[in-house]
């Protein structure tokens, strides 16, 4: 069974800093996209950030310049460096990962989510 798992999340003061990892666990034949999204009380998931198995990127216009996505193809985890916190950003934030089971399906798999909170 395929799992993603995410961590990292907690609360911080405006301008500092998070480091959000996420790893996928289970039977995994491949991995393609992968991404953060985040989601507020009574709003829709927003996508964050995303990046390809080669590694292109790319950024929601509120996060660009503040956080970073990467990932390690070898040990399946995704990561988002989050700089400059500001009070908006405070979410929960979902990892995410189109990858390949072991019945040869693609299909998207969501982690469980992770708080971060940022006060001002």
């Known amino acids: 069974q395929v799992q993603l798992m995410e961590s990292g999340g907690g609360f911080v003061e405006a301008g500092e800093s998070l480091r959000l990892s996420c790893a996928a666990s289970?039977?995994?034949?491949?991995?393609?996209?992968m991404a953060w999204y985040r989601q507020t009380p009574g709003t829709g998931r927003e996508l964050v950030a995303t990046i390809t198995p080669g590694g292109q990127t790319k950024y929601a216009d509120s996060v660009k310049g503040r956080f970073t996505i990467s990932r390690d193809n070898a040990k399946l985890m995704v990561f988002l460096q989050m700089s400059s916190l500001k009070p908006e950003d405070t979410a929960v934030y979902y990892c995410t990962a189109h990858l390949r089971d072991s019945t040869s399906r693609w299909q998207d798999y969501w982690g469980q989510g992770t708080q971060v909170t940022v006060s001002s």
């Open positions: 289970g039977s995994i034949f491949g991995a393609d996209v």
